[in-house]
């Protein structure tokens, strides 16, 4: 492993450990089936999704007791809470992240992010000035995660790699969702740079 994954794997790992002390409310999650695999963390648990994998078989006992649980959980659900499942969250997060770091000039990168973010986020991150830097980058989203399973701004963080003329570099992006008007939209945007230092 380079020494940049080992780096991002460490930050993970201490983030995983810190909220690993709070209580989790959620049973076993479900498996749904898709064309690529996408991590996303919530709290110590972490769901992967793949084309291969399905939910496992249980015992009846286990599954009454889990059904009773998810029954109590969709009965009281939060106002902040998004209508979108897990995968269509996951999906578009991916789609963010990959028009973010692949672009030709950062008013490519700008443009086609735009439509994604609420209004005022895109005003705040500068979306909607021209920049007129020819830029270009190449990347890949490697992971999704939500580090908190009880935060109600729906916050989630992805981790990918951009390549440039400033060479190879980490890139986190801690965004937090909103729906609005029907649609998934990015109300908070972070960008985090990870660079090598030596």
């Known amino acids: 492993m380079s020494k940049t994954s080992l780096f991002l794997c460490f930050i993970l790992l201490a983030g995983m450990i810190l909220t690993a002390c709070s209580p989790s409310k959620k049973g076993k999650n479900n498996v749904a089936n898709s064309s690529e695999e996408v991590h996303l963390i919530e709290g110590s648990t972490v769901k992967e999704i793949s084309s291969t994998e399905s939910k496992p078989k249980e015992s009846s006992a286990e599954i009454s007791g889990e059904e009773s649980t998810e029954k109590q959980e969709e009965t009281e659900p939060s106002a902040a809470?998004?209508?979108?499942?897990?995968?269509?969250?996951?999906?578009?997060?991916?789609?963010?992240?990959?028009?973010?770091?692949?672009?030709?000039?950062?008013?490519?990168?700008?443009?086609?992010?735009?439509?994604?973010?609420?209004?005022?986020?895109?005003?705040?991150?500068?979306?909607?000035?021209?920049?007129?830097?020819?830029?270009?980058?190449?990347?890949?989203?490697?992971?999704?995660?939500?580090?908190?399973?009880?935060?109600?701004?729906?916050?989630?963080?992805?981790?990918?790699?951009?390549?440039?003329?400033?060479?190879?570099?980490?890139?986190?992006?801690?965004?937090?969702?909103?729906?609005?008007?029907?649609?998934?939209?990015?109300?908070?945007?972070?960008?985090?740079y990870v660079k090598q230092a030596y």
């Open 81 to 192: 809470e998004l209508s979108m499942n897990d995968l269509e969250i996951q999906t578009f997060l991916k789609e963010f992240g990959e028009k973010f770091v692949n672009y030709k000039s950062i008013d490519e990168r700008n443009g086609a992010v735009k439509g994604l973010l609420t209004e005022d986020c895109a005003k705040e991150n500068g979306m909607t000035v021209k920049v007129n830097a020819d830029f270009t980058a190449q990347g890949e989203v490697l992971q999704i995660y939500r580090p908190f399973e009880d935060d109600k701004s729906q916050s989630y963080i992805i981790v990918g790699k951009e390549r440039s003329s400033a060479g190879e570099q980490g890139i986190l992006l801690t965004v937090s969702l909103r729906e609005e008007n029907a649609a998934l939209r990015i109300s908070k945007l972070t960008v985090h």
